[in-house]
């Protein structure tokens, strides 16, 4: 397959360093809570880059694992938000207050929708009020909302949004479109990192895979034109699914020969235990304060 002009550099020295699980590792004490965030290491063309990969829920126990890590958040070059949830934006002004300076944020178009999950009432599940397009601007933050893949850093893209067939099936969630008018919320906003590892092949870091894990990993290779992924680390979100459907995905990712699979947050127990038992020492479980070298 030819390989596209998306990426202008091959990444090398990949190092992405859990900040937030909702499981924490126990070779010391980090904090764990419902969400995720990356702090993503890696060098290109020479040179050395930083980007901080969403900010789970609170910024509290983030800066707590910071320290614990003895990383400094001032580094971080950007900010990728990965989808609208709270559990993967919730952080993020106070994790601006901490980085004290202009940064710019990458999220989908529709990051700021209004959005509903269908309860007995519709509970809000949109990014918050504290981290308003207001708030984020006036601690520095300086949005760069787009739906279409670029590249972030030489050797590291956005997916844009990816390409899949949302038919018709309600979701259980719901977009405010007007006073009294909801339509089907299908996470459009759903978007991963993808890194050009050299010698290995593509490794994909995701949020929450709303759109589903298999459909990033197609989408990813249609638009790098790469067919080779050498590994997946972020959330799943397989944990509503049965035996029968968690295998179902397992079998079709085994088209990608995938190397490295590290699956936390919303994947699901059921699910690490099923990819684990697939995938042998190619899965890393995925902890709060644990670090990988790829
Ligand atoms: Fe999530
Ligand atoms: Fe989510």
């Given at each position: ?243 029968v459907e968690i295998n179902e995905i397992?079998a079709k ?42």
């Open positions: 397959m030819n390989k596209k002009q998306i990426f202008t550099s091959e990444v090398e020295n990949l190092k992405i360093t859990t900040l937030m699980d909702d499981k924490a590792d126990r070779q010391k004490s980090y904090l764990a809570q419902h969400g995720i965030s990356f702090f993503i290491q890696f060098t290109a063309n020479g040179k050395d880059h930083t980007l901080l990969f969403d900010t789970g829920q609170e910024y509290e126990p983030i800066l707590y694992n910071t320290e614990a890590l003895s990383l400094d958040l001032s580094k971080s070059e950007k900010i990728f938000l990965s989808h609208c949830h709270n559990d993967h934006t919730g952080g993020l002004v106070g994790l601006l207050k901490k980085i004290d300076k202009k940064i710019e944020i990458i999220g989908h178009t529709d990051l700021f929708r209004d959005t509903y999950k269908k309860m007995d009432q519709l509970v809000y599940k949109g990014v918050s009020e504290k981290n308003s397009i207001e708030n984020i601007e006036k601690n520095g933050g300086k949005l760069n909302l787009t739906k279409e893949p670029f590249e972030i850093f030489p050797g590291a893209i956005s997916t844009g949004q990816i390409e899949r067939d949302t038919g018709t099936k309600p979701t259980g969630y719901v977009n405010q479109v007007g006073e009294d008018n909801y339509e089907t919320d299908y996470f459009l906003d759903d978007m991963s990192v993808v890194f050009n590892l050299k010698d290995k092949g593509l490794f994909i870091v995701t949020g929450c895979s709303h759109a589903g894990i298999v459909e990033i990993l197609d989408h990813s290779v249609k638009v790098t034109g790469n067919d080779k992924i050498y590994g997946v680390i972020g959330g799943l979100h397989l944990l509503n699914k049965d035996e397992i990712l085994e088209n990608f020969n995938l190397q490295f699979i590290s699956a936390g947050h919303c994947t699901g127990l059921a699910a690490e235990y099923l990819l684990s038992k697939k995938y042998g020492e190619k899965f890393k479980s995925l902890n709060a304060g644990k670090v990988f070298e790829i």
